[in-house]
């Protein structure tokens, strides 16, 4: 399984993006996929995970209400829809992917096998 994010770039303040993750491999279509995002200086940390009915959404406390995940498992993209964003959001940002996952972990680093390159982030102010 191969995970290729894109979208990122330079924004302002309360601007909107979004972010997409295109996987490859037929059966990733059945794995719980997820985004994380690194700043500089900092730890990776979860943003929001999505089960793959899209029944089940998690996100951080931080993104919450501004954040949006989806996907589209007839193409295999997942995309992270992010509104009203500030200056602390600015990271790179990953998509993970992992089959069967246990959901009480799915904001854990260690639960996902698969990963993307990231793409990049920033917001000024």
């Known amino acids: 399984v191969q995970l290729q994010a894109s979208g990122g770039g330079l924004v302002q303040a309360g601007d909107s993006l979004t972010l997409s993750c295109a996987a490859s491999g037929r059966t990733s279509k059945a794995y719980v996929k997820a985004w994380f995002r690194q700043a500089p200086g900092k730890d990776r940390e979860f943003v929001a995970a999505?089960?793959?009915?899209?029944?089940?959404?998690r996100y951080a406390d931080s993104v919450k209400d501004r954040f949006a995940i989806s996907r589209d498992n007839v193409n295999n993209i997942m995309y992270l829809q992010m509104n009203s964003l500030k200056p602390d959001d600015t990271a790179v940002y990953y998509c993970?992917?992992?089959?069967?996952?246990?959901?009480?972990?799915?904001?854990?680093?260690?639960?996902?096998?698969?990963w993307g390159q990231g793409t990049l982030v920033t917001v000024s102010s």
């Open positions: 999505i089960s793959v009915s899209s029944q089940i959404t």
């Open positions: 993970a992917a992992q089959p069967n996952p246990d959901t009480n972990t799915l904001d854990q680093i260690g639960t996902y096998t698969y």
